[in-house]
């Protein structure tokens, strides 16, 4: 039996975001053997160096997205702290400039689900300086990332060289 894509629907992805991290910042040969199966979800390969600051932004994002998200769901009438946030800092003079600007967020952000999910692949992260130590800021971020609906596969040849801490906060 082939391997296949997970979906919530005929049309979406259970993960409309996969991200590949690795220390060339590449597709190599371990991406490109199930790359095939991945049609639905955006596929996007970033360099570990990187991957923290990627993250963060994620996150800020995430908190944008789903903040407009239960204020349109709320009909306009019940925004959370983050929503609130943003209304204070744009001072829209209508509800129609606020709309406008909702509209054009989620139009850049191009995202079809909601809540959005990600799959984050650390590909060859045995003993990678971002997860050797519990006070490394990846290893605070790994335990906080399902808030963000962002499942993380750690890839590596034997679990002995991941951190006591890391392999206590995976399932």
């Not at 590449?26 to 049609?39: E, G, H, L, R, Y």
């Not at 596929?43 to 908190?63: M, N, T």
Request: proline share 2%; glycine share 0%; aromatic share 10%.
């Amino acid at each position: 039996m082939a391997a296949q894509q997970q979906e919530l629907d005929e049309k979406n992805p259970f993960y409309e975001l996969v991200v590949i991290c690795s220390t060339s910042g590449q597709f190599d040969q371990t991406v490109n053997s199930f790359k095939d199966i991945i049609k639905k979800s955006k596929l996007v390969c970033i360099k570990d160096s990187e991957l923290l600051d990627w993250i963060k932004k994620y996150q800020r994002r995430v908190l944008k997205y789903n903040a407009i998200n239960e204020y349109i769901n709320s009909k306009f009438k019940d925004p959370n702290e983050e929503m609130q946030r943003i209304l204070e800092k744009k001072h829209f003079r209508n509800k129609q400039k606020e709309i406008e600007y909702i509209s054009k967020k989620l139009q850049s952000y191009d995202w079809k689900t909601y809540p959005h999910r990600c799959l984050l692949i650390l590909d060859d992260f045995a003993s990678h300086p971002l997860l050797k130590n519990r006070e490394q800021d990846m290893c605070r971020i790994l335990k906080k990332l399902r808030h963000f609906n962002i499942s993380v596969v750690i890839c590596v040849q034997t679990a002995k060289s991941l951190s006591k801490d890391v392999k206590e906060n995976t399932y």
